[in-house]
């Protein structure tokens, strides 16, 4: 059973341009997470989706951010217009259900460096 | 405040040393607790839960007092392969189950 994929691991963009960042989650969970790590910072929820639903996105920043998760396919962090304060490891989660057992499971990060 | 609170460190010990970690929540309704673990930035992963009675696993024991919002991680007879950053975790009740993390204590363990 492979685990949570990111892709891309490293990903540069000048300030001004789009990044698409994917996330598959574990095979049989429907429960996505994603999470920022800013230099030198914890870890800090931006949204939690189901199949077809974003269920909470309290953490998104209000503009240039989005984030889905269709029926077939990854989920997708889309940031547009990047800017340097941007720059930062964005994880994902996934997790079989929606709780307080803590299991989720992380995928490796991707590295987003705005130039 | 910030919701999950942990020294940052970083803590330089010796190999062998006892070393504990210290974290405060401020939501008296969180849930679930965790320590995770994260190595130089990678993923982080799950080290234990932490439940009131206290919990142990080989040389980790892990503590939480609700009345205290306080939680706790013992690591005795540290080696080199414990250093990393060790992050504090809740879970808020009825929020959908996201982590909250602290800013992570950093240890590095000597030869």
């Known amino acids: 059973n492979a685990g949570v994929m990111q892709n891309p691991r490293h990903l540069v963009r000048r300030r001004g341009q789009e990044a698409r960042l994917r996330c598959s989650p574990m095979?049989?969970?429907?429960?996505v997470y994603w999470y920022r790590q800013l230099p030198e910072e914890g870890l800090k929820f931006m949204v939690y989706?189901?199949?077809?639903?974003?269920?909470?996105e309290s953490g998104m920043p209000k503009e240039r951010f989005s984030a889905e998760f269709p029926k077939e396919g990854p989920s997708i962090l889309r940031i547009q217009q990047v800017v340097r304060g941007d720059s930062a490891a964005y994880f994902c989660?996934?997790?079989?259900?929606?709780?307080?057992?803590?299991?989720?499971?992380f995928g490796p990060g991707t590295r987003l460096l705005v130039l | 405040r910030k919701e999950v609170e942990q020294d940052p460190g970083p803590f330089n010990v010796p190999e062998g040393a006892t070393v504990a970690f210290n974290c405060t929540y401020s939501n008296s309704a969180s849930q679930s607790f965790f320590w995770y673990r994260q190595d130089c930035r990678k993923e982080p992963k799950l080290l234990m839960s932490v439940y009131s009675s206290g919990n142990e696993d080989g040389r980790f024991t892990a503590q939480l007092n609700r009345a205290s919002q306080y939680i706790s991680l013992l690591i005795r007879d540290s080696k080199l392969s414990d250093s990393a950053t060790y992050l504090c975790v809740v879970i808020i009740y009825n929020q959908g189950g996201k982590l909250i993390f602290g800013q992570g204590t950093e240890l590095s363990v000597k030869p």
């Open positions: 095979k049989g969970h429907s429960h």
């Open positions: 989660a996934s997790s079989p259900e929606q709780g307080s057992s803590g299991t989720q499971y």
């Open positions: 989706l189901q199949k077809e639903n974003i269920i909470d």
